[in-house]
């Protein structure tokens, strides 16, 4: 019993130990991400750049809701005149999966030049996303565009940067398991922080593409 009554002190102190930690992490992302973010366009700083973190696409290269509304969000500061330049990243690690070129259509679709339009196809999760515009495309300033539950980790690893990123939220709707998606955040703040601790490389590198240069050099 004396070795039971152990183990079961050792399995609470863990429980507690990690539980703690889950609370701390999360707090210090919010912490630093939330201040920097805008729920109103209209009060939103200017930026030369707009960057749009990537999400699902169907198969007939629609845009899911979510990444529809990061999109038209991001849309709405460039025709405000907030915004010059689009970076959009996301997942294109596969000739039958493409993010990047998806959002591209829909911009296109709206009478945006290519011309105004980059692509980071490598921006595999928002640390990869984030560490490529400031390293690929040389973006030290930018307004970042997703929905508010995502929009603090973006925030917080781009401070952890040094960027001067601030952040527009996307959120148009009630999106469709919204829950799950709040407590999976949870978890993907840890694997930010812990990225940012270890100052992680990002998958792939690659030669510049200032945002201030030829757009197309990134199609």
């Known amino acids: 019993m004396a070795k039971i009554r152990t183990y079961l002190k ?5 429980c507690v130990a990690i539980y703690t930690v889950v609370l701390f992490v999360n707090w ?14 209209n009060k939103a700083p200017s930026s030369y750049t707009v960057i749009v973190l990537g999400a699902s696409v169907y198969a007939n290269g629609n845009l899911s809701p979510i990444l529809k ?8 500061l460039y025709k405000s005149g907030k915004a010059q330049r689009f970076l959009l990243s996301g997942d294109h690690g596969q000739d039958n999966y493409d993010e990047v070129n998806a959002m591209k259509d829909y911009l296109n679709a709206k009478g945006v030049p290519d011309e105004v339009i980059f692509l980071d196809h490598a921006g ?3 640390y990869d996303s984030m560490y490529r515009a400031k390293y690929i ?3 030290d300033s930018a ?15 781009a401070n952890a940067l040094n960027l001067n990123y601030k952040g527009v939220t996307a959120d148009k709707r009630t999106y469709q398991y919204l829950e799950s998606l709040e407590r999976r955040e949870k978890i993907a703040n840890i694997k930010a922080y812990w990225e940012v601790l270890i100052n992680k490389k990002p998958t792939y590198l ?8 030829d757009s197309k050099l990134s199609y």
């Open 143 to 157: 307004i970042v565009v997703t929905q508010q539950f995502h929009l603090p980790r973006a925030l917080y690893i």
């Open 69 to 76: 509304d990061r999109v038209d969000t991001a849309y709405e």
């Open 10 to 14: 050792y399995i609470v102190i863990i």
């Open 206 to 213: 690659g030669e510049p593409v200032p945002i201030t240069g």
């Open 28 to 41: 210090r992302v919010n912490s630093i991400g939330k201040p920097l973010m805008y729920n109103d366009i």
């Open 137 to 139: 495309f040389k973006v």
């Open 124 to 126: 595999f999760d928002t």
